[in-house]
Nanobody, 114 residues
């Protein structure tokens, strides 16, 4: 499974970005897809997850501001990030759980200026 993330960039506080991740290989519709992020000097942390059945979980820090969605016809998972704050600055990684195997994308940088 290969994951290609895109959509990062520089945005002012209060702004928004839409991140996207396209998967190739494997059976996308059976995968649990997730977004993680890693801020400078910090450990990678969970952001949001959507299961193959559409069950969604969010980290408390992004609830009400971020929205994860999947399009099984296009093998994509998106993360709509609204009301961004400087603390959201990080490299955002797409993650796929396929059976017992985890896969990571290359990451896309989100920078939120104050």
């Amino acid at each position: 499974v290969q994951l290609q993330a895109s959509g990062g960039g520089l945005v002012q506080a209060g702004g928004f970005l839409r991140l996207s991740c396209t998967a190739s290989g494997g059976m996308f519709r059976f995968m649990t897809m997730a977004w993680y992020r890693q801020a400078p000097g910090k450990k990678r942390e969970f952001v949001a997850r959507i299961s193959s059945r559409g069950v969604i979980n969010y980290a408390d820090s992004v609830k009400g501001r971020f929205t994860i969605a999947r399009d099984n016809a296009k093998n994509t998972v998106s993360l709509q990030t609204d009301s961004l704050v400087p603390e959201d600055t990080a490299v955002y990684y797409c993650n796929a759980l396929d059976g017992e195997d985890f896969y990571w994308g290359q990451g896309t940088l989100v920078t939120v200026s104050s």
